[in-house]
């Protein structure tokens, strides 16, 4: 992941953090606005997506008609921050839902040349070279047949990203339902489904919760001290000898 955000163009190098720190898929890495961004709450506010139909681009709700907010991590907000002082957000319009929508204006984050970024393009252009410069992909790699998606930008692009932040959720204890929601999608179960090989195992869990409670300790753990039995001499007093407890001999006085 750091290797291909290396070699992407600082343009486009922004996309990485996005798709990996909040789980945005890449319509809606092209739709961000800066309104959409909270830095003082510290949440992404998804609302649009960038879209292609027969061709040409549009704004359109994401995924499900699903509007959703994300956590927005300190380390994401730092670099967003930082890319929107170099690149400062671009005014575009475009028709909302249907070529002829009525015509909807964001202040993006992502631009080209002013205008929306077009998904085929970028990952021609951008993605692909990014991959084959980090050695995701071979750079002899054969070319998809016209009209048909090339199977590495799927398996190596933005989804490989959302898996990504995915799997982090999932081994910090984040819940299913949780992740479904910041991911988009419409049922939890289908999280679970498309997740479940990436959940840690039980054994993992406990270890990772006995650990944890045992770092938490103020006071290291006291070793157990063996059992003390008491025996009585003859006149009556006690006698306390340090013995294992086995068989039938009296209560024990543990301490």
């Known amino acids: 992941m750091q290797a291909v955000a290396r070699n992407l163009p600082d343009q486009y190098a922004i996309m990485v953090p996005l798709g990996a720190g909040c789980g945005l898929r890449q319509g809606e890495i092209f739709g961000l606005a800066l309104d959409d961004v909270d830095f003082v709450q510290r ?5 649009r997506q960038v879209k292609l139909l027969r061709g040409r681009r549009i704004f359109a709700a994401p995924k499900y008609d699903k509007e959703r907010a994300v956590p927005l991590p300190e380390s994401v907000a730092a670099e967003l921050a930082a890319y929107i002082r170099r690149f400062p957000p671009q005014q575009v319009t475009l028709p909302w839902e249907k070529l002829d929508g009525p015509p909807t204006t964001a202040n993006l984050i992502l631009t ?3 205008a929306a970024l077009r ?7 951008v993605w692909r070279p990014a991959l084959v410069a980090a ?3 071979p750079k002899d790699r054969p070319r998809p047949q016209p009209g048909r998606r090339d199977q590495s930008q799927r398996e190596h692009g933005m989804h ?6 995915a799997s982090v959720l999932l081994d910090a204890g984040d819940s299913i339902k949780a992740i479904a929601e910041y ?5 939890p179960s289908f999280t679970l489904r498309t997740y479940t090989h990436l959940m840690p195992t039980s054994h993992d869990r406990t270890r990772k919760a006995i650990d944890a ?3 938490s300790m103020a006071q290291p753990v006291r070793p157990v001290r063996r059992v003390l039995s008491v025996r009585r001499n003859r006149n009556g007093t006690g006698d306390h000898s340090r013995v294992p407890h086995a068989g039938r001999t009296r209560s024990p006085v543990t301490c």
Not at 43 to 47: G, N
Not at 119 to 125: D, G, I, M, V, W
Not at 160 to 165: E, G, I, N, T, V
């Open 112 to 114: 080209h040349e002013k």
């Open 160 to 165: 490989a990203l959302r898996h990504f932040y």
């Open 43 to 47: 949440v992404i506010h998804v609302r």
């Open 183 to 187: 991911l988009g999608h419409s049922d």
């Open 213 to 215: 409670a045992f770092a």
């Open 135 to 137: 050695g995701v992909v």
């Open 119 to 125: 998904r085929n393009s970028l990952n021609e252009s």
